[in-house]
């Protein structure tokens, strides 16, 4: 029984580790490295990112009735352009002003988005749903559950596995070939010594400014992802937490490597999974007292042994998971 208990609790931890929220995690996580761990840029608010993204691709097919690529499209331009409203009058400034705007630019477009002044694009606080039909026409999967070994997904969510890890395989090698490339080098001079980059002829502010565009049309596409498979675009979804479960995910694969956002993404998910497993396993065999375990407190114990694994982390090995302490600490910034 016990070991039954133990397989599910496994193959739960395994299907969000490779599932929708494992992919659009790390596609945020991908623009966000683009951001911070490559230029140095202090980037709260990649979940302003996603939620123009989301709703490009929401109304560009609801109230538009645009074909779905130019709705992505659409989604790609407005992430584009917050990205420029946002750099405009920070890049030339201190790093902290950047992580200051960008936190309150999201919450400001979550909280206009869910108002009844733009309902009529939005649908403000209900959001947009309805219109992720087109996606559930075109799957190739039809069956309502597919089943791989302990992993459960239903066929939108397959749609959004197997679209989302090509899309991410995609991104990690256009980053790769950035970051190999001379504008990836100047990238990485900028975050070491901006004033250095300047001495040798380099303009810092276009080239903080596009990749604050890249790292953030790379979020929109992650937000468009989570609309997706959620099969609606909902403003409340896209809070500050969002951005911040990117962070820990950047933080715990390591900064400044094009793998990191993909493995810290995963074991991000796995370990959450796990560790909610693990303490309803405890809580319903009354192995502690109530005041100590009750259901209602599992959500937030998973969450207390997530942070303090990250601060251990951070503790014995501030680089990450994979970064190089040489080239990237965090607590050098």
């Known amino acids: 029984m016990f070991s039954t208990v133990l397989a599910g ?6 299907t969000q580790a490779f599932g929708p929220l494992a992919v659009y995690y790390a596609i945020a996580a991908i623009g966000l490295n683009i951001h911070f761990g490559y230029t140095g840029l202090l980037n709260f608010g990649q979940v302003g990112f996603m939620l123009v993204g989301a709703y490009g691709l929401g109304f560009g097919i609801t109230t538009w009735d645009l074909p779905w690529f130019m ?92 679209f989302g890890w090509l899309t991410v395989a995609l991104l990690v090698l256009m980053v790769h070939l950035l970051m190999r490339s001379p504008w990836g080098r100047v990238l990485k001079a900028i975050r070491e010594d901006e004033d250095a980059a300047r001495a040798l002829g380099k303009n810092a502010y276009s080239y903080k400014m596009q990749a604050l565009l890249l790292g953030g049309v790379i979020g929109g596409i992650a937000g468009m992802f989570a609309a997706v498979s959620n099969g609606t675009v909902q403003p409340d979804f896209y809070v500050p937490n969002v951005t ?25 998910w796995f370990m959450l999974t796990i560790a909610e497993g693990l303490l309803r396993i405890v809580e319903e065999s009354d192995a502690l007292p109530k005041s100590l375990l009750s259901p209602t407190d599992i959500g937030d114990f998973r ?15 501030p680089q990450g998971i994979f970064g190089d302490r040489a080239e990237m600490a965090l607590d050098d910034h």
């Open 9 to 14: 609790v496994w193959g739960d931890a395994l």
């Open 303 to 317: 969450y207390m042994l997530m942070g303090a694994s990250l601060m251990l982390l951070l503790i014995f090995r």
């Open 244 to 268: 911040f479960f990117t962070w820990t995910i950047l933080i715990l694969g390591g900064a400044a490597r094009v793998f990191s956002p993909v493995v810290g993404a995963i074991l991000f």
């Open 71 to 162: 709705a992505i499209g659409l989604g790609l331009l407005l992430a584009a352009v917050l990205g420029v409203i946002l750099g405009l009058p920070t890049l030339r400034l201190r790093a902290d002003y950047l992580a200051i705007v960008t936190i309150a630019s999201s919450e400001i477009v979550r909280l206009l988005g869910r108002s009844n002044v733009f309902k009529d694009y939005t649908g403000g606080a209900e959001g947009l749903s309805g219109w992720s039909g087109w996606f559930q026409d075109h799957t190739p999967w039809q069956n309502t559950f597919y089943s791989f070994g302990p992993i459960t997904y239903t066929k939108m969510q397959v749609f959004v596995v197997v």
